[in-house]
């Protein structure tokens, strides 16, 4: 008798599940769109410090230093209720600090008493959403497609942005070993500063790459993975090394007055004067945050599309002394990936 009546619930059974689904994307889509916190502020706080909770059981701890950049001398603090973009440094190989800490404070944004920014959204792969439970996550923790159209509109609105600009090609050359950063060809997120006339203010976090250990073989087939299919898929071990990660504010790199169709001229001359606050932030705390044979190698900068005889230049009309950012390494972007970048290193 069972039987018969488990065939006849099985429509219902279905019925139920697409329905669902359909509902899940809705709100799901009405959420990406939206520019006010999504869901209970104090439910997204809770499940941001569960997750939390989580890796620091696994032996992840993480430190910053955001009391004293936000909230300390009043004349070096920066300033909460400005509007910032802050491109976050290194990609790793899956954003962890950004996915268990720095969603802490993106989701206390927007609730009283923030130790950062106010009102910070993030910009991250529409990709991600797609995972139930984690796209709802994402949301509640200010978490939107990253787009161009996204990317203007959080501006538009007087909100700080948070995105990550190596992406891909920069989560693809992970490596444990060493610190390395890419950057897109035409700096579109200096495009964005520039035609809103807000101020760049880099977060690097030290240790992200060394929370997952990579190996030749993983980072050969991640490689070839990308360029067959243009996705990253991370090969690491499931759990996460025992690291500290230490998250680290950058000061304010003004753009001038907003300029709704900046020439690369101007892109260019403010990309240039970003990698040397980045440079700078870097030189100051790697020493101190990274293990003593990564640190060694110093900080690799390449430029997707342009050769590094091109970055030189660049670095040197923003003003660069390199003999006080000696761990800075310039090498070409022209390639892509460079074979240097391969199991090589």
Request: net charge positive; hydrophobic share 40%.
């Amino acid at each position: 008798m069972a039987a018969p009546s488990l065939r006849a619930s099985g429509p219902i059974v279905l019925s139920c599940a697409l329905v669902s689904a359909a509902l899940r994307q809705l709100l799901l889509a009405r959420g990406k769109r939206a520019l006010v916190p999504w869901g209970p502020r104090r439910l997204a706080l809770a499940i941001a410090q569960a997750v939390n909770k989580a890796v620091r059981l696994a032996g992840v701890e993480f430190e910053c230093d955001t009391e004293e950049k936000w909230n300390g001398d009043p004349e070096k603090r920066l300033d909460p209720q400005r509007q910032y973009i802050t491109p976050w440094h290194p990609h790793g190989a899956l954003t962890f600090c950004a996915a268990f800490y720095t969603n802490i404070m993106t989701t206390q944004s927007t609730m009283p008493g923030a130790p950062g920014p106010r009102n910070w959204f993030v910009g991250i792969a529409d990709l991600l959403f797609r995972f139930p439970g984690l796209g709802e996550a994402l949301l509640l923790w200010n978490a939107r497609p990253v787009s161009e159209a996204t990317s203007q509109k959080v501006l538009k609105s007087g909100y700080s942005y948070a995105i990550q600009p190596g992406g891909i090609p920069e989560q693809v050359v992970t490596d444990h070993r060493r610190e390395l950063l890419v950057f897109p060809p035409t700096g579109g997120f200096c495009r964005l500063a520039v035609q809103h006339g807000v101020p760049l203010v880099p977060i690097y976090a030290f240790g992200e790459n060394q929370v997952f250990s990579t190996s030749g073989t993983g980072r050969r087939a991640v490689n070839r993975i990308y360029k067959t299919m243009g996705i990253a898929v991370p090969l690491i071990r499931p759990w996460p090394n025992p690291i500290t990660v230490y998250m680290k504010w950058g000061r304010p790199v003004e753009v001038g007055p907003a300029e709704a169709k900046p020439s690369q001229e101007r892109v260019q001359e403010v990309f240039g004067r970003y990698v040397k606050e980045l440079a700078r932030l870097f030189e100051e705390h790697h020493r101190t945050c990274l293990p003593a044979d990564v640190a060694a190698r110093g900080l690799t900068v390449m430029w997707r599309g342009h050769s590094k005889e091109e970055l030189d230049v660049l670095l040197d009309g923003a003003g660069l002394e390199r003999d006080q950012v000696p761990s800075l390494v310039t090498v070409s972007g022209q390639s892509a990936p460079p074979k240097l970048l391969q199991s090589r290193l």
